[in-house]
């Protein structure tokens, strides 16, 4: 496995591995896990090589602690990513990515100010602005994320679309524990009772669906889970939305058509989210 630090590196790599076929991308910010893996697997199948990219984006973060608490752990991430067999992986600086004097930006301006992007301001916009940049500087046929962050998904989806990006963007499904609390770098983070208090994400939208399938209000499915995560002392519910997955607009009443219901949970030290898509 190649591995490139500066960004003529990466590109002469991307450049040869692309004379012997098609690319597949999965960007992440390190303290890689088996979902991260899951990704790494779907572009493998569907490519002849795959390149990864690790950087932890300082301009997705607002709360400075939260980008320096954040996990690093380059020795085992390197040696996950080669026994997966990625062919090259990228890790830049962040003066690499955002050179002195930088005042460039990509928003999908109303995308990235609904739904989770209100409790994170300018947390859509610094994805979105890393994402350009990463796929500008390793040209893969294809990028692979995850469906946990649902909302990251849509604005790259969307940004891609817009900007006529020359990639695909591939939706994998998330990845869970044994008791279905969906993986993430920030677990790790969960302290005392809230690894257990944290099943209730998954716990609530597994109720929310049976509720969906048996042709409750979508207004009925938020009151339950309210009453699911308020039964965890250690757990806040902090965003909560319901919205048709091809309009991304809030939903009412009995839905007709797929929805997401996403949320997301503030425990001491860490907010996780979660998704599901349901089809009424
Ligand atoms: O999902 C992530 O890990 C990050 O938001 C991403 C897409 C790598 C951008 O920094």
């Known amino acids: 496995m190649q591995i490139c630090r500066t960004i003529p590196e990466i590109r002469q790599t991307v450049a040869d591995l692309r004379n012997a076929g098609t690319l ?3 960007t992440t910010m390190g303290a890689l896990h088996a979902g991260h893996m899951a990704l790494i ?3 493998k199948g569907d490519h002849a090589a795959v390149v990864a990219t690790i950087f932890v984006n300082p301009t ?3 709360d400075p602690k939260d980008l320096e608490n954040y996990p690093r752990t380059e020795e085992s991430d390197l040696e996950m990513l080669k026994a997966a067999g990625v062919a090259a992986v990228f890790i830049p600086e962040v003066s690499d990515i955002y050179p002195e004097g930088d005042e460039t930006i990509v928003e999908t301006t109303r995308l990235a100010n609904v739904l989770h992007g209100l409790v994170r301001p300018g947390h859509f916009r610094g994805v979105a602005t890393v994402v350009t940049k990463l796929f500008n500087i390793i040209a893969a046929d294809a990028a692979y994320f995850g469906k946990k962050d649902y909302q990251q998904l849509a604005v790259i989806r969307r940004m891609v679309r817009d900007l006529h990006m020359p990639i695909a963007i591939h939706g994998v499904e998330t990845v869970r524990e044994h008791d279905g ?3 993430s770098s920030r677990n790790v983070r969960l302290i005392g ?4 208090d944290a099943r209730v994400l998954n716990l609530s939208l597994t109720v929310a669906e049976a509720m969906i399938k048996e042709g409750k209000t979508v207004e009925e ?3 339950s889970i309210r009453g699911v995560i308020g039964s965890k002392r250690s757990a ?3 965003g909560l939305d319901i919205v048709d997955v091809k309009t991304f607009e809030p939903v009412t009443g009995v839905p007709k058509d797929t929805i997401c219901i996403m949320i997301s949970v503030q425990f001491m030290m860490v907010l996780l989210i979660d998704q599901r898509e349901i089809s009424p």
């Open 193 to 196: 009772d809230e690894r257990y």
């Open 24 to 26: 597949g991308l999965v």
């Open 41 to 43: 697997d779907a572009a």
């Open 60 to 62: 997705q973060f607002g």
């Open 181 to 183: 609390l969906a993986l």
């Open 236 to 238: 806040k519910l902090q």
């Open 221 to 223: 499915v938020a009151e």
